[in-house]
């Protein structure tokens, strides 16, 4: 049921054509609040929506807290979906203007997508542009200079409306047009999440996403496993990004790498994955991970892979057991004893937190 917001009587130009904008829409509440901020003032919406390799999983509704898009719904605005694909892997590889604290091009993603967004507004006559965002609210592509960056290297300078910190920013040009009204935005700043809740409140905008970064590219851990594969394979395929997210991973030559599957969703996904392309392994007489080989697997490394298996597998007890290895059309059995500390140290892929020196205090 379409939910109707009351809607100002601006939204028309001097040809009485309604207005049209294009609004980057990741279905969370800023870009939500964005949305909804503009349809009021009766200006037609449309929203797309860019998907990448590191990003949560629309398809998969377990991977996000809600609906992402049930807004779109609610309130009765169009969503086009859009996948960046190899040119979003290309600026994370090498970013213009850098990474952030671990391996998210921020500006270059933003600008990215503000670029894309471009051809969505001129294919369908919109005259600009929509975005969630907020001053201060992310250290690096959300300051006050860095939007400046961003607008410039877009081309898109006065086009790009931030309905929810607008107040704060320089009029656009449909503002200083009267196309859009500037005292019907908002002048929100910083990390604080209290002024969007009320303003949801407001709209009748119950249901949205609790507040996470979304981006695999700003964990550690998940960072630290797609640098050290890109120092390992410099075209790495959509199969690899996507088992970056599962299992424990293993470094074990140049052009080997090994991932033990910790709950039995992983074990299926990759199976799916790595179906055809690698080798894996399984512990029968117990209950077992799924361990993928990718890459060229020498008898050593398989030898190695087979005692992971058994580590990880409910026979880790035990002095060894028997772990079956399908090697493409080859399938045999090889007896295994479950891998120490040692060996799961020398080979496991993980950012080492430093610990920090033991401070001795001196008492007088």
């Not at 993603?109 to 929509?130: N, P, Q, S, V, W």
């Not at 407001?202 to 590219?217: I, R």
């Not at 969703?265 to 392309?277: F, R």
């Not at 500390?341 to 001196?362: A, C, G, H, N, S």
């Amino acid at each position: 049921m379409q939910t109707k917001i009351e809607t100002s009587s601006l939204a028309t130009n001097h040809s009485t054509r309604p207005v049209k904008a294009i609004a980057l829409y990741s279905g969370g509440l800023d870009s939500t609040l964005a949305i909804l901020t503009v349809l009021r003032q009766g200006i037609e919406v449309k929203a797309v929506t860019f998907l990448n390799h590191f990003g949560c999983d629309i398809s998969d509704k377990s991977s996000c807290s809600k609906d992402p898009f049930s807004a779109a719904e609610k309130f009765g605005f169009e969503v086009k979906l859009c996948h960046l694909a190899d040119k979003f892997i290309r600026i994370v590889k090498d970013p213009k203007f850098g990474h952030g604290k671990n391996m998210n091009p921020c500006m270059d993603c933003r600008i990215l997508m503000l670029k894309e967004a471009r051809e969505f507004m001129d294919m369908t006559g919109a005259e600009f542009l929509i975005t969630g965002e907020v001053l201060g609210q992310r250290p690096m592509s959300q300051r006050r200079d860095a939007l400046d960056i961003i607008d410039r290297e877009a081309g898109l300078r006065g086009l790009i409306l931030r309905p929810l910190c607008a107040k704060l920013l320089k009029p656009t040009v449909m503002e200083e047009e009267g196309t859009v009204n500037r005292d019907l935005l908002y002048g929100f700043s910083g990390r604080s999440r209290k002024p969007q809740m009320a303003l949801a409140a407001d709209f009748g905008l119950t249901d949205y996403p609790a507040p996470a970064g979304g981006c695999l590219l700003t964990e550690p851990n998940y960072s630290f496993r797609l640098r050290e594969l890109l120092d390992h394979e410099a075209d790495p395929s959509l199969e690899d990004l996507a088992l970056l997210r599962l299992g424990r991973h293993f470094r074990v030559s140049h052009g080997c790498k090994i991932i033990v599957g910790r709950n039995r969703s992983e074990n299926e996904a990759m199976l799916s994955l790595g179906a055809g392309k690698s080798a894996y392994l399984r512990v029968e007489a117990h209950a077992s991970p799924v361990v993928l080989m990718q890459g060229r697997a020498t008898e050593e490394i398989i030898r190695i892979a087979a005692s992971l298996c058994a580590r990880y597998s409910d026979a880790r007890h035990l002095d060894s057991v028997d772990v079956k290895v399908n090697e493409g059309g080859r399938v045999f059995t090889l007896r295994a004893e479950p891998a120490n500390e040692d060996l799961i140290e020398q080979y496991k892929i993980e950012k080492k937190e430093k610990k920090k020196p033991l401070t001795r205090k001196v008492f007088s």
